[in-house]
């Protein structure tokens, strides 16, 4: 597994290409061979950021996103809610427990920031496993699942087709004035009729794949449009 990074030369800045980081450097040199740039080491992990402006992708028929709210602090996650059920962590005696109850944030300002997790397959590259991508934006959450949900249910069980990219936005409010940010843009690359023509795969196949990269969170950050 990876663990997603800030670009050291910009911190806290999005990056306009995509990250990917992986303890095995032959991974990520895998990734580079196909997708460009310089595998590079930082802190006993391998990185590069790719050249390409997209990446090809499959999405797995099973498993393919996951999507909750979470309140992280201090790097430990310390509330993930549904909306409704909210799972807590509390001091107990000398250690920790985990408890659930009702959503505690504020329907006005949330505590908790959606967080939408993808498994995606990369295509043409020499590594078989799920590549995991992870945002906290409004409008990747808004946007995505419906996507692949609509595209599951014509695939009837196949593997779908798509380009990943980071797309550049702009909104505007008076009370926030502009702001430009960038959002995870899954494109389906296929009809309807294609989709429902596609080569099926066996249930259970992509249930055994484990991921082997873990994709930068902060490059598909967005703000709520």
Same mark, same amino acid.
């Given at each position: 597994l990876g663990e997603a990074k800030v670009d050291p030369k910009r911190p806290g800045k999005p $990056?306009?290409?995509?990250?990917? !980081?992986?303890?095995?450097?032959?991974? =990520?040199e895998a990734v580079a061979a196909v997708y460009g740039g310089t595998p590079v080491e930082r802190g006993g992990q391998w990185e590069v950021i790719v050249e390409s /402006?997209? $990446?090809d992708v499959l999405i797995p028929p099973q498993n393919a996103y996951s999507f909750s709210y979470e309140l992280w602090s201090g790097g430990a996650l310390m509330r993930r809610c549904d909306g409704v059920t909210a799972s807590t962590v509390e001091k107990a005696g000398e250690g920790w427990e985990e408890m659930s109850q009702p959503c505690l944030c504020d329907e /006005? +300002?949330?505590?908790? +920031?959606? !967080? $939408?997790r993808l498994n995606l397959i990369l295509r043409g590259v020499e590594v078989f496993g799920v590549a995991l991508m992870q945002s906290t934006g409004w409008n990747a959450a808004s946007e995505i699942p419906?996507?692949?949900d609509a595209a599951q249910v014509a695939a009837h069980g196949g593997a779908i087709p798509? !380009?990943?990219?980071? /797309?550049?936005?702009t909104s505007k409010s008076k009370t926030k004035g502009t702001r430009n940010f960038k959002v995870p843009k899954l494109e389906i690359r296929a009809s309807v009729e294609r989709l429902m023509q596609?080569?099926? =795969? +066996?249930?259970? =196949?992509f249930n055994s794949l484990r991921p082997v990269l873990l994709e930068d969170t902060k490059v598909v950050q967005a703000v709520p449009a």
């Open positions: $990056l306009d290409h995509f990250r990917f !980081t992986s303890s095995s450097k032959a991974n =990520v /402006e997209s $990446l /006005e +300002k949330p505590d908790c +920031k959606p !967080t $939408l419906a996507m692949i798509a !380009t990943l990219r980071i /797309e550049s936005r596609g080569v099926q =795969v +066996k249930q259970g =196949v």
